[in-house]
Every structure is written in C-alpha cells, then in structure tokens.
C-alpha cells in the first residue's frame, strides 16, 4: 500500500546526495517508492516529483505536467515515472523562466532551461524510451533531473535577484494576465 511520504526541505541531506541509479525496477523496494512518489505528487499542487525529495536516493522521477494554480499555462500529459534518465539539448536555445519546487516552499525564481531536449530513461516496464521534450515540460524534466545530481533550481540562478517571495509571484502574475 503506498502512502504520502514527507517532501525533502532545502538543508535536507538527501537534496544535496548523487542518487544511486536503479539497477532492478520490478525489485520490491523500487516498487514500493515507485507507489509512494505517485501517492506523494498526487497529494501536492506539483507537476514533478523526484525520488530524492521523498528521501529516497535513486535515480527517478516523475513528470506530471497538468494545468494548476501554481502553473495554469502547464500542458496536460499523463505522469510518466522515469528511472535512470539522461537527457541532451536540442540545439542552444536557452529560457529563463519561473520555477517553484516543493523542497522549497514560498520562493520562486528565474532559471535559464533548455527550450528543447532529447531524453532516455528506462519506463515502469523496464523499456527503454526515447523521446522529445519543449517548452515547460522540458523545464520541468530538467529541474527534476537536478534533484537526482543533489542540485536544486536556486542552484541554477543567475542573480540572487531573480529569486523571489511566492506572494509576489502571485502578484506579478496577476499583473501580467491581460498583458
């Protein structure tokens, strides 16, 4: 039965560890924190999950990218759970855009992303997948993808002014509606 794990805060040791890659997906463990991170990002506004945030170390994700309070223009894709992933750029095109995690609540902030990226990862069956991501779910992708290197976004900053307080996001979001 998997359950609501606690989400890794910014400080927590498991944020900052290289994770270990999955050598057996249908092992019981893997399952076990498989059906914990769906349970766990289900229970949360986000639209990415990594299995370090629910301190599990291992080389996994999910992306979940959905239409949400915190993301409204986000694309409607099913979760996909991504073990072992590994990416490339399509091209240099670089996007700073805003970025939230649940590691770390009330900050948003400007990072620089990919605009388009070739990723391969191992699917929940244990076949391997290859496919083209754009736009905000290869955002999304890559700021997960941090997770499993002990990177967060704030790592990725390029001016500590481009980070600011989740109530002035909401703020400058309301700003911009219209414009």
Known sequence: MSQVREVAQLGAEALRLQAKEVIDIHSA????????????????NGVGLAAP??????????IASRPSERYPYAP?????LMSNPSFESVGNAREKDWEGCLSIPGIRAQVPRFTRI???YT????????QELEGF?????????????GLVY?????????IISEGEFVKLMGSSVGT
């Open 53 to 62: 945030q629910i301190s599990a170390s291992w080389r996994m994700m999910i």
């Open 76 to 80: 409607e894709m099913e979760p996909v």
């Open 29 to 44: 463990e893997i399952q076990e924190v498989i059906g914990d991170m769906f349970t766990t990002l289900a229970d949360t």
């Open 123 to 130: 699917s929940t069956a244990g076949e391997s997948i290859s």
């Open 154 to 162: 704030l790592d990725r900053v390029e001016s500590n002014r481009d």
């Open 137 to 149: 779910v290869a955002r999304v992708f890559q700021h997960e993808y941090d997770h499993l290197d």
């Open 118 to 120: 070739i990723v391969n």
